[in-house]
DNA sequence: TAGCCTTTGAAGGGT
DNA sequence: ACCCTTCAAAGGCTA
């Protein structure tokens, strides 16, 4: 994997260890569980202890060979480094293994995760052969798997594209799509056998899948009607819907001025985070078991269940918005997300001066309560940022909470009595909004029980009892 | 038809 | 270092 990020100055520093707040949640939730199951050798700390160095380590390995695009390591370079990094995780196998039918078989080692999600669709498209030649495309055959590539505690394996950036067979960099980048060192493998795939099923990806088997843009070799030119999803016509963007367009755009260039610049989507990834996937789980369609609600109840999650599930996720942003960084280096700023309209003034007098800030809060502005968190939440236990239109800040973990529910399990959020939207049963698992876990083998699944009555209830108890204390 | 709503996370500018 | 703002997806709703 070339790295991306190294001390060259790559933006995005640090990614390969996660954002600072998710670096910050996982700790966070780690001192929980220190405390308590420190002895517990095998806990789920251990495993995300695990995964983090094993993602530092995969991540390092690859950038001590690859280096900083455009910083003295050539593409030939590059092309070897993901070559061995190809080598050492990931093979064609001839033939289906049984792990692979195993994974999509069985549903409590995958938590939904791997079987008809994201990553079983990566599965299926990036253990199709590699290409054997530029613009072939091959008859598509049956997933293969590699035992190899699967890491042991459950990690989510190498995304598909992620893994084309370690084939051996890289082609030409795709053409310039953000027309301000000037060069483009990275190499970028063929992926147009992945156009076997018919549109429909394609269409059954996910976002992830489809804009990581989609080439970016004019990726078929820059050839002028070339079958794989076919734009990379996070790439959009400014006018903001997905569409094919022919590649006579992007010629003809270059003899334009340049204001109508601009005008006519696709917008390079931001990659989606780790909650995005998860809202994709479950949003029509909760549309199915809730028969609801506005989003925003939907949201709401994805966001519940987000932090429901294990740490392991929710691990996977994070895995999977890295290699998204690394993916994105290595086919837009000179992408910021500040390129998009502004193609939002703005929320209305008014918004923007209440949140600006919001009394309920993190420093404003530990001020009000004497608590330390360098080390104290702010509120139950416990977060550094937003405090959203604050309540909008009441004016007042959430009461300090001693270091004890144990009187800490939100945000893992919030109230309607201390979720702003609920309060915009009261019609939402608590029920929906309840997050399916309980305060924070007391052990390792608890949180593992942790499941997307709607909970049954007596398990809610039983949730809004502790929920209430600690309420009252 | 554009923007809002709602969620969490990432990123970058500002302090 | 921390805070704030914006955007990413989604689809119903509203002006």
Redesign the pocket.
């Known amino acids: 994997m070339p790295q991306l990020d190294s001390g060259g100055g790559g ?2 520093g640090g ?1 390969d260890l ?5 670096l910050l ?1 996982f700790q966070d939730e780690g001192e929980e569980q220190d405390d308590k199951s420190r002895d517990s050798a095998a806990g789920p700390e251990r495993d995300l202890a695990e995964l983090k160095s094993s993602l530092v380590n995969e991540s390092e390995g690859a950038a001590g060979d690859a280096g900083v695009p455009g910083a003295g390591a050539g593409a030939r370079g590059e092309a070897e480094a993901l070559g061995r990094e190809h080598t050492s995780q990931r093979l064609f196998p001839d033939k289906l293994p049984e792990s692979l039918e195993d994974g999509l078989k069985a549903p409590e080692c995958t938590s939904g995760m791997y079987k008809d999600t994201v990553y079983s669709a990566f599965n299926l498209l990036m253990h199709y052969p590699p290409p054997s030649g530029a613009g072939q495309h091959p008859q598509p055959q049956p997933p293969l798997h590699n035992k190899a590539s699967q890491p042991s505690h459950g990690v989510p394996q190498l995304s598909p594209l992620y893994d084309h950036f370690s084939s051996p067979h890289p082609t030409p960099a795709p053409a310039d799509i953000s027309q301000k980048q000037v060069h483009r060192p990275l190499q970028t493998p063929d992926l147009s056998g992945f156009y076997s795939l018919t549109s429909g099923s394609m269409g059954q990806l996910p ?1 992830t899948v489809s804009w990581f088997t989609h080439p970016p843009l004019m990726l078929g070799s820059g050839v002028p009607g070339h079958p794989a030119a076919i734009p990379h999803p ?1 790439i959009v016509p400014s ?2 819907k997905q569409e094919l963007q022919p590649y006579d367009r992007s010629l003809k755009a270059q003899a334009d001025s340049k204001a109508e260039k601009e005008a006519k610049k696709p ?1 390079i ?2 990659p ?5 990834l998860y ?2 996937e479950m ?1 029509a789980k909760v549309i199915a078991e809730c028969t609801l ?4 609600a ?3 109840i ?2 519940r269940r ?2 429901a999650l294990s740490r392991e599930e ?1 691990a996977k996720y ?1 895995e999977l ?2 290699k998204e ?1 690394q993916l994105h960084m290595q086919l837009y280096p000179g992408w ?3 390129d ?9 003034r008014e ?2 001066q209440e ?2 007098s ?1 009394p309920g ?3 404003k809060c ?1 001020a009000r309560f004497g608590l330390n ?3 104290d968190w ?1 509120g139950p939440c416990r977060r ?3 405090c ?1 236990r604050y309540l909008p239109g009441e004016g007042r800040c959430p009461s300090p909470v001693p270091s004890d973990d144990s009187a800490l529910g939100c ?1 893992r399990s919030p109230t309607p009595q201390d ?4 309060l ?2 009261p019609h939402l049963p608590t029920e929906l909004l309840a997050s399916p698992a309980e305060p924070a876990p007391t052990s390792p083998g608890l949180s593992a029980t942790l499941s997307l699944s709607p909970q049954s009555d007596q398990q809610s209830t039983q949730v809004q009892q502790q929920e209430s108890q600690r309420q009252a204390s």
């Open positions: 933006a995005g990614d996660g954002a600072p707040d998710e949640a976002h996070a006018s903001g917008t989507k931001k989606l985070n780790a909650f995005m809202m994709k949003r369609k506005e989003s925003a939907i949201n709401q994805l966001g987000w932090h929710q994070y918005a890295r942003r910021s997300a500040r998009n700023y502004g193609k939002k309209k703005r929320r209305s918004k923007h949140s600006n919001d800030s993190p420093k530990r502005q360098q080390t702010c550094k940022k937003k959203i945000p979720s702003p959020s609920y915009l939207l």
